[in-house]
């Protein structure tokens, strides 16, 4: 048993050296996009590039990216734990990284056509709204969503060691 424990220690100390659990480029992006799908403005920040963040403050892009709504905060937090993330290539050429990924999502244009194209609920009803809430949460969490595959292609830089997403945002002229 001490022999297994130390082995398991070895392994542990020594895993960061062969690479594993370091912060890899495609590993960040998924952060990243985890971070934004689920409405975490604020850790969604924090994977941006110095060069972003010369061009947008954090407390601009939490007011940007922050949904206000607690059902639509509800509802974004269901279909991102539905996301899945599929890294189809990672290239890196020194201190950049391109990432092709695709994420599958819930197909939200199919997603409503199912709940309310059909729903036509009573016109006594006191609270639709609740009601058709209440209709696409179910809907979501039931398990047999339509699904959508999208692709995408992410540039990173190494910033003294991490990487960091490089959305290459420009100033706005206002």
Same mark, same amino acid.
């Given at each position: 048993m001490r022999k297994l424990t130390t082995i398991i220690l070895i392994l542990l100390i020594s895993s960061p050296f062969f690479g594993f659990g370091k912060k890899t480029p495609d590993r960040i992006v998924i952060k990243?996009?985890?971070s934004l799908y689920s409405n975490n403005p604020k850790e969604t920040y924090s994977y941006l590039s110095k060069?972003?963040?010369n061009i947008i403050s #954090? /407390?601009?892009f939490i007011k940007q990216n922050s949904l206000e709504d607690p059902f639509i905060q509800d509802i974004a937090k269901t279909v991102s734990s539905l996301r899945k993330y599929k890294i189809n290539e990672t290239v890196i050429n020194c201190n950049y990284a391109t990432v092709r990924i695709t994420?599958?999502?819930p197909d939200m244009s199919k997603v409503y056509g199912e709940i309310f194209g059909p729903f036509?609920?009573?016109k006594n009803? #006191? /609270?639709t709204q609740n009601a058709a809430r209440n209709l696409l949460k179910q809907f979501l969490k039931k398990g047999n969503v339509?699904?959508?595959k999208e692709r995408g292609t992410f540039t990173l830089v190494n910033e003294g060691g991490f990487w960091k997403v490089l959305l290459?945002?420009?100033k706005s002229s206002t």
């Amino acid at each position: 048993m001490r022999k297994l424990t130390t082995i398991i220690l070895i392994l542990l100390i020594s895993s960061p050296f062969f690479g594993f659990g370091k912060k890899t480029p495609d590993r960040i992006v998924i952060k990243y996009l985890k971070s934004l799908y689920s409405n975490n403005p604020k850790e969604t920040y924090s994977y941006l590039s110095k060069a972003d963040k010369n061009i947008i403050s #954090k /407390n601009e892009f939490i007011k940007q990216n922050s949904l206000e709504d607690p059902f639509i905060q509800d509802i974004a937090k269901t279909v991102s734990s539905l996301r899945k993330y599929k890294i189809n290539e990672t290239v890196i050429n020194c201190n950049y990284a391109t990432v092709r990924i695709t994420v599958t999502s819930p197909d939200m244009s199919k997603v409503y056509g199912e709940i309310f194209g059909p729903f036509q609920g009573p016109k006594n009803m #006191k /609270n639709t709204q609740n009601a058709a809430r209440n209709l696409l949460k179910q809907f979501l969490k039931k398990g047999n969503v339509p699904m959508i595959k999208e692709r995408g292609t992410f540039t990173l830089v190494n910033e003294g060691g991490f990487w960091k997403v490089l959305l290459n945002l420009k100033k706005s002229s206002t």
